[in-house]
């Protein structure tokens, strides 16, 4: 990714969150209807505080969101700062809550797989685009 679009896609982020957090949790424009939560990691290297939007389903009352990176080659930042503290912060709606993260493998990957359409049904098309496994992170409230 270039420099420039990397600073847009920064700066893009910055003015959702922003959104996300002045009107509760409620977007507008294109993502209107979305299901979109702030996930606050903790950098895996550097120790500050990251904030993300995601996209996620829902699995119960767990949250689930895709290391999709795009498709891109490589993981995303914000899944090597979980894989390094998986203690988060979670922000949907108007709630902000402590929660735990963890890659879904095995018996549990296979569910969120089976039942993709309803949770995560941009997986699919992500997956496509990379040769990678992209992990599917399960995130539960703490308390």
């Known amino acids: 990714?270039?420099?420039?679009q990397n600073i847009n896609m920064r700066e893009f982020n910055q003015n959702l969150i922003a959104e996300f957090r002045a009107n509760g949790g409620t977007l507008g424009g294109r993502l209107a209807n979305s299901s979109i939560l702030l996930l606050t990691t903790t950098g895996a290297r550097s120790g500050q505080q990251r904030i993300t939007p995601l996209g996620y389903g829902a699995d119960g009352d767990r949250f689930v969101v895709v290391a999709a990176n795009a498709?891109?080659?490589?993981?995303?930042?914000?899944y090597?700062?979980?894989?390094?503290?998986?203690?988060v912060t979670v922000e949907v709606g108007a709630e902000r809550f402590p929660a735990r993260a963890h890659t879904a493998e095995g018996p549990e990957r296979e569910h969120l797989l089976a039942h993709q359409a309803e949770i995560v049904p941009w997986l699919a098309a992500q997956q496509q685009k990379t040769a990678r496994e992209i992990p599917i992170v399960v995130i539960e409230r703490i308390g």
Request: proline share 15%; hydrophobic share 40%; net charge negative.
């Open 71 to 78: 498709g891109a080659p490589a993981h995303p930042d914000w």
């Open 1 to 4: 990714m270039s420099g420039m």
């Open 80 to 87: 090597h700062n979980l894989l390094a503290h998986p203690g």
